[in-house]
């Protein structure tokens, strides 16, 4: 079983929906949790980091159920510019930082 | 800010020869990694460094695969002999080696085996 899995997709949605990713982390040690985006043919750049409490930024909103070992991102009024690939990352002690296979997102005009 | 340097940013090679990456991460960031992609397996962790130091080495694939910090601004991602298979996106990142920081990802080598 991989550390962090996600849903690979293709999310393929119109221009102003909104759409949630999910993803599950396996270590219960994880400390840290981040959403990073991947364009095509570029490096990962963060998002966002997730918080216990829930974070947001713009129309990006990140949740993390500790419980559940369970992390999301919404992303609300999508645009053109959204379309990539966003990778769900865990971070270890020890520095170790484990990222999903990535959801690939599409938003049509 | 130069961020992370990669070099090459391209490099297509023979099977079984020796391939060498090269990666100068941020100055005053004390952690490096490597990072492989590929569409069938995303971006695996192949080995870390702090301060200079290998940490985890468990993503390297093979004994094929090895790595160096010789210093605080420089690694290498060496695999001889090269196969195939190892045909990726290789990925450097650095980071100040704090717990919850991001990692700032270098441009990434494309590297062909034929």
């Known amino acids: 079983r991989k550390e962090v899995e996600q849903d690979p997709g293709p999310f393929n949605v119109p221009e102003g929906a909104t759409v949630a990713f999910n993803c599950t982390y396996s270590n219960s040690a994880s400390q840290s949790f981040f959403w990073y985006r991947q364009d095509c043919r570029k490096e990962p750049k963060l998002l966002m980091s997730v918080y216990s409490s829930g974070n947001e930024d713009g129309r990006f909103t990140a949740q993390l159920n500790r419980a559940s070992q369970y992390i999301s991102l919404l992303i609300r009024d999508s645009k053109l510019s959204d379309s990539a690939t966003y990778l769900c990352v865990a971070h270890t002690g020890g520095f170790k930082t484990i990222f999903g296979a990535g959801t690939r997102l599409f938003v049509k005009a | 800010d130069a961020g992370v340097i990669q070099s090459p940013r391209h490099e297509v090679t023979e099977m079984g020869q020796e391939v060498t990456l090269r990666c100068k991460p941020i100055s005053g960031h004390n952690s490096l990694f490597w990072y492989r992609q590929t569409m069938m397996r995303g971006l695996e962790l192949l080995i870390y460094f702090n301060n200079n130091v290998p940490i985890d080495d468990s993503g390297m694939p093979e004994d094929r695969f090895s790595a160096k910090m010789p210093n605080a601004s420089f690694s290498t991602l060496k695999i001889q002999p090269s196969e195939p298979r190892d045909s990726a996106v290789y990925f450097c990142?650095?980071?100040?080696?704090?717990?919850?920081?991001?990692?700032?990802f270098g441009s990434g080598t494309q590297l062909s085996v034929l």
């Open positions: 990142a650095s980071t100040l080696g704090l717990e919850g920081e991001k990692l700032f």
